[in-house]
């Protein structure tokens, strides 16, 4: 099973080409994606890269941590579980608007 890897601080004009390339180099890539604005499609400066497998994860984290791409120094590290979001009403059933003052 692969490995998730988070890659932070990215020129806008970093794309997954690009970043395949790179991680290419420390071992298999199965996939890459560089999030996306929903609204303009320009780069939000970040990425997730999966590796084949845990070793190669593992190798890329250590080399290319601090790395400089297009200037800027990459920020790279195992990637996280993104957070659960709540949903529905607060307990006061006002939808979480209990500090406005109407």
Do not use: C
């Not at 997730?48 to 984290?61: D, G, H, L, R």
């Not at 400089?68 to 009403?89: F, I, Q, W």
Request: aromatic share 8%.
């Amino acid at each position: 099973m692969g490995k998730n890897i988070y890659v932070g601080n990215l020129s806008f004009s970093v794309g997954e080409a690009q970043l395949q390339e790179l991680f290419e180099q420390k071992g298999t890539v199965d996939s890459v994606k560089v999030m996306r604005d929903a609204n303009t499609g320009r780069s939000r400066g970040f990425a997730f890269v999966n590796m084949s497998t845990e070793e190669e994860a593992q190798k890329a984290i250590a080399e290319l941590n601090g790395y400089s791409l297009d200037e800027r120094h990459l920020t790279v590290n195992e990637a996280r579980p993104k957070p659960e979001r709540r949903r529905g009403y607060s307990k006061s059933g006002r939808g979480g608007q209990r500090n406005h003052r109407w």
